[in-house]
Each structure stands twice: as C-alpha cells, then as structure tokens.
Nanobody, 125 residues
C-alpha cells in the first residue's frame, strides 16, 4: 500500500516562498503520475501541478511561472517549490499518486488512487 506524507506547509507573507515535500513509501515497482492538489474552505479541489513517470509536467493556470514540481526518485520524494506566493494560494495542499497508468494532468485528480493527509499553506497580505 502506497503511503504519502506531506510536509513543509506553514504561514508566510505575500511574495514569500515555501517548499512542500511528499515522502512516498510502499512502492513495489514502477512509479506513475504524481501531483499536488489544493482545497480552500468552501471551494472545490484544484489541481496545482502534476508530473508523469517520463517527467512531463502540467500546471494550473493560477500557478504557472510561480510554482515548480519536481521529484527525487532516489529519495522517493515529490516536491513543490512555491514562489511569489499570494493570499489566494492559501489552502490545504495534498500530494497524490496514481496506482497505474492514468491521465496525468491538473484536471485528473479522480484518476489518482493515493492521497496524503495534507499540509496547510497560509499566505497573509
């Protein structure tokens, strides 16, 4: 069973930066799509960024140019570097992973089987 544990969230002022990490365990073979999603109170879940097994990345329109997704397979860790943070980035951020071949884009959260518990990001103005 794949387990995902996020870390790195916190409170930061507008314009600041944070790096989220997602430690993955329980993989018995090949890796597939992984991604970051977020949800603010009263809002729908939103795709932030995804990365496929071949390194292909996708980003939500609201974070393009500010956020970067990456992964370190040797450390079994997924990252999200967030720069130029805005108050509207405030949300719970979740790491997710697919259990097999699947679509891999920010609109495809329903295709991902494994989810972490989330880490809170709060950006103040």
């Amino acid at each position: 069973q794949v387990q995902l544990v996020e870390s790195g969230g916190g409170s930061v002022q507008s314009g600041g930066s944070l790096r989220l990490s997602c430690a993955a365990s329980g993989y018995s073979g090949r890796r597939y799509c992984m991604g970051w999603f977020r949800q603010a109170p009263g809002k729908e879940r939103e795709g932030v960024a995804t990365i496929d097994s071949d390194g292909t990345t996708t980003y939500g329109d609201s974070v393009k140019g500010r956020f970067t997704i990456s992964q370190d397979n040797a450390k079994n860790t997924l990252y999200l570097q967030m720069n130029s943070l805005k108050p509207e980035d405030t949300a719970m951020y979740y790491c997710a992973a697919a259990g097999g071949p699947s679509r891999c884009d920010v609109g495809g959260y329903h295709a991902l089987s494994y989810w972490g518990q989330g880490t809170q990001v709060t950006v103040s103005s």
